[in-house]
């Protein structure tokens, strides 16, 4: 099943597969740190949230190992034990955690109705939407043979642990182009693999790209697969593929950084809520409010720019907030 793709619930025959109808008072949609923070901040206002995890419990850091600049875990933490904590947390103040996924929402009338894996419709006063963002990577074997060993799609994550060494960057945008000249600072060298012979960054990125000493840009090359032992220990690229100049390259580098874009996970709440042309929810600056009142926003889902734990866990807070304030205002 697409859990992306909306179902439309207004067609009979997907009605008919309701098989119950519940009523809450603040629903959360996605168990990453902007839900869990969400969930704790919503259960201490006693709005008793019910949160659906969705397919991936603890959300995108479960597949992570060091987590080093969530503030404080002095001495790191790994992934999985961190989004253990925070569903402790938020089990702890009462939040009924359940498993389930949002397989299609109507927000064209109140209460708001989401439905979780096709036959369970829940009725909401407030929806926080939570669902997180997904890198998009190449495709091919080697990144996840190198999962965590090399292969990252955030250098603001993993850059750290790549201080004085050799990497690539995959990506010929802004985000490569930021992530680049962001490992620059930290590494020794920096490669730009770029698959066209221009970058699609802008000229104030690009410029910056060009007066960093430490950044080759790798025209016209495309990575086809990853070496080493314990690790990445270097790329193949091919030069100028489907041309009569075709050439294999091998680089050595230590780290492979992915910033071919991200999809946010809105597929299902976009029929209603406003997006960006990328698909990110938008929201009204400065909080977490959607256009559709008492359907908020956090997280990675809304965040082009930021995508880090604790600015997700920042906006889930804001999301509770902003929803215990609307059942306040409105009496509900
Ligand atoms: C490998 C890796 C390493 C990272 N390392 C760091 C780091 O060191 N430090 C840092 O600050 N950030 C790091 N990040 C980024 C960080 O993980 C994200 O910024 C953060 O997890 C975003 O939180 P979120 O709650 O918005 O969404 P996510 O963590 O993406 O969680 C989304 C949740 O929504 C659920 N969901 C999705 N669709 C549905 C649906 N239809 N119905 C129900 N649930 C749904 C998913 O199951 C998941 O639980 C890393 C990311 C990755 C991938």
Not at 108 to 128: C, F, Q, R, Y
Not at 169 to 198: F, H, N, P, S, W
Not at 286 to 312: E, I, K, L
Request: some cysteine; hydrophobic content about 35%.
């Amino acid at each position: 099943m697409d859990i992306f793709k909306p179902m439309d619930i207004s067609d009979d025959s997907k009605k008919s597969e309701i098989e119950s109808v519940e009523k809450v008072r603040c629903l959360i949609i996605g168990s990453g740190p902007a839900g869990y923070t969400a969930a704790i901040y919503a259960a201490r206002a006693n709005l008793k949230p019910v949160l659906y995890t969705g397919l991936q419990m603890g959300g995108q850091l479960t597949t992570t190992t060091e987590v080093e600049n969530y503030p404080g875990y002095p001495e790191g933490v790994t992934g999985p034990v961190m989004m253990d904590d925070f569903r402790n947390q938020a089990e702890r103040f009462g939040t009924d955690v359940r498993f389930g996924i949002a397989t299609d929402a109507d927000f064209s009338s109140l209460p708001h109705k989401v439905t979780i894996d096709g036959n369970k419709l829940i009725e909401a006063d407030t929806v926080i939407i939570s669902t997180g963002a997904t890198a998009k990577y190449l495709g091919i074997e080697a990144e996840q043979k190198y999962a965590g060993m090399g292969v990252s799609a955030c250098a603001t994550c993993d850059g750290f642990f790549y201080k004085g060494k050799d990497v690539a960057v995959v990506g010929g945008g802004d985000t490569a182009a930021e992530e680049a000249t962001y490992l620059a600072g930290l590494c020794r060298k920096v490669y730009m693999i770029v698959r066209r012979d221009v970058l699609r960054a802008s000229k104030a990125m690009q410029n910056r790209v060009m007066n960093t000493p430490n950044i080759e840009i790798l025209w016209q090359h495309q990575a086809v697969d990853l070496f080493g032992e314990n690790g990445v220990e270097g790329a193949t690229l091919v030069k100028k593929k489907g041309t009569p100049e075709e050439e294999t390259v091998k680089i050595k580098i230590d780290g492979f950084f992915l910033a071919i874009g991200h999809s946010p996970n809105s597929g299902v709440f976009s029929k209603f809520i406003d997006t960006d042309d990328v698909g990110y929810l938008k929201t009204i600056p400065g909080t977490s409010r959607t256009n559709v009142t008492g359907v908020f926003a956090a997280g990675d889902v809304q965040d082009p720019h930021y995508r880090q734990a604790v600015t997700a866990a920042g906006s889930g807070c804001m999301a509770a907030i902003d929803a215990e304030r609307y059942l306040a205002e409105t009496g509900r």
